[in-house]
């Protein structure tokens, strides 16, 4: 089944730590960029960092670059996103998605569930 | 960064009404737009990829239009199932972006 699965998320204090998995299953990681995209508590979506199809490259967003890295190791068909530093706005569902590409554009057509980061004292 | 503007926030609309939401980007994307509906406590699904094509299992009242910088999503005869916030993605230039979503409730 073709599926991606988040875990990891839980409470954690502002400043703290905190690593998010998303397991995949029915397809190989390593053939797609893959993205983190997070929505807060009653808020809109947002696109957290993208890690292209062969591990090459990163990019993240504005507001969480320099604290959260994205990554994924290919023996467990898993992608991480290590989040640092956290900040009380981080709290969020995170989800992770797989991209698609046509030949001719990008779009995400596999999500998770998502995992919910509570940052909080 | 390019910034999805969707229109409107909030929608109260009555079964088989014709619903048009609206996204426009603050600068041209091509047609790298796609739709998503997300329902409470559920993932985004794909409604519409590309600006205007269609995905296998959605529903065909769902249509999307447009182009560069304006874009519409339209349902024809709303069913009650269809209560849900809608999100526009742009997928044409990085860091890529979400509309702040519109919200629809069915009367």
């Known amino acids: 089944q073709v599926q991606l699965v988040e875990s990891g998320g839980g409470v954690v204090q502002p400043g703290g730590s905190l690593r998010l998995s998303c397991a995949a299953s029915?397809?190989?990681?390593?053939?797609?960029?893959m993205h983190w995209v997070r929505q807060a508590p009653g808020k809109g979506l947002e696109w957290v960092a993208v890690i292209w199809y062969d591990g090459s490259n990163q990019n993240y967003a504005d507001s969480v670059k320099g604290r959260l890295t994205v990554s994924r190791d290919k023996s467990k068909n898993t992608l991480f996103l290590q989040m640092n530093r956290l900040r009380v706005e981080d709290t969020a569902v995170y989800y992770c998605?797989?991209?698609?590409?046509?030949?001719?554009?990008?779009?995400?057509?596999?999500w998770g569930r998502g995992t919910l980061v509570t940052v909080s004292s | 960064e390019i910034v999805l503007t969707q229109s409107p926030d909030f929608q109260s609309v009555t079964p088989k009404e014709k619903v048009t939401i609206t996204c426009r980007a603050s600068q041209s994307i091509g047609s790298s737009l796609h739709w998503y509906q997300q329902k409470p406590d559920q993932s985004p699904k794909l409604l519409i990829k590309?600006?205007?094509q269609s995905i296998s299992g959605v529903p065909s009242r769902f249509s999307g239009s447009g182009s560069g910088t304006d874009f519409t999503l339209t349902i024809n005869s709303l069913e009650a199932e269809d209560a849900a916030a809608y999100y526009c993605?742009?997928?044409?230039?990085?860091?890529?972006?979400f509309g702040q979503g519109t919200k629809l409730e069915i009367k």
């Open positions: 993605h742009q997928t044409g230039t990085l860091p890529h972006t």
């Open positions: 998605a797989r991209e698609h590409y046509t030949g001719t554009y990008w779009y995400y057509d596999l």
């Open positions: 590309y600006a205007s």
């Open positions: 029915g397809f190989n990681l390593s053939t797609h960029g």
